[in-house]
């Protein structure tokens, strides 16, 4: 079992940054590779960020890309989402997942384990 607490949300202003955390407990943390997800009002959630179990690869969704940065400490056993030139339609609640695969599982959304969320908002 792992348990997965994300932290870091909040309200900023467009073109802002924020950095989200998510701490994870339980099983090897280091035997999982992570991702990031996100949900705004009225749509599905998507898929954001992952990063693989070294850290040695990363991926992100078109939407994102040269704006977040995914990266993880296994001694800390966090991965952590660093946003940058936020725009309004980055808001959302933003949930972290580990996975035991990587690839199409992140499309899927087929991980194993989700965090409960945190909100981040971005104002115009």
């Known amino acids: 079992q792992v348990q997965l607490v994300e932290s870091g949300g909040g309200l900023v202003q467009a073109g802002g940054s924020l950095r989200l955390s998510c701490a994870a407990s339980?099983?090897?943390?280091?035997?999982?590779?992570m991702g990031w997800f996100r949900q705004a009002p009225g749509k599905e959630r998507e898929f954001v960020a992952a990063i693989r179990r070294s850290g040695a690869s990363t991926s992100y969704a078109d939407s994102v890309k040269g704006r977040f940065t995914i990266s993880r400490d296994n001694a800390k056993n966090t991965v952590y989402l660093q946003m940058n030139s936020l725009k309004p339609e980055d808001t959302a609640v933003y949930s972290c997942?580990?996975?035991?695969?990587?690839?199409?599982?992140?499309?899927?959304?087929?991980?194993?384990?989700w965090g409960q969320g945190t909100q981040v908002t971005v104002s115009s």
């Open positions: 997942a580990a996975s035991s695969g990587y690839g199409s599982v992140w499309s899927r959304q087929e991980t194993d384990y």
């Open positions: 339980g099983r090897t943390f280091s035997s999982y590779h």
